[in-house]
Nanobody
Framework: QVQLVESGGGLVQPGGSLRLSCAAS????????MGWYRQAPGKQRELVAS???????TYVDSVKGRFTISRDNAKNTVYLQMNSLKPEDTAVYYC??????????WGQGTQVTVSS
């Protein structure tokens, strides 16, 4: 089974930027659309951005204009560029397929903390 490894999180001040990476151990082309999810303490996991086979993208309203999802097919990697970060973006970020039937086991995620 393909494994997903998220990285790039950290502690950043409000207004700062981070770039998250989701590296797959194998081809994920058949899994698309792929998404970035986040889960804040005490809250349910939510889909914040997705990218389809044709590279079309969608975003939840709270991150529109600040986050950009992209991919590198040759590297089997999906990225999430996060700008103008806010404290409410603090969460563990995960990647996985959007379609339930295409999902693989969740990775460990990467912690993003936005705080001054």
């Amino acid at each position: 089974q393909v494994q997903l490894v998220e990285s790039g999180g950290g502690l950043v001040q409000p207004g700062g930027s981070l770039r998250l990476s989701c590296a797959a151990s194998g081809s994920i082309f058949s899994f698309y659309p792929m998404g970035w999810y986040r889960q804040a303490p005490g809250k349910q996991r939510e889909l914040v951005a997705s990218i389809g086979r044709s590279a079309g993208t969608t975003y939840v309203d709270s991150v529109k204009g600040r986050f950009t999802i992209s991919r590198d097919n040759a590297k089997n990697t999906v990225y999430l560029q996060m700008n103008s970060l806010k404290p409410e973006d603090t969460a563990v970020y995960y990647c996985n397929a959007v379609r339930l039937g295409s999902r693989v086991d969740w990775g460990q995620g990467t912690q993003v903390t936005v705080s001054s």
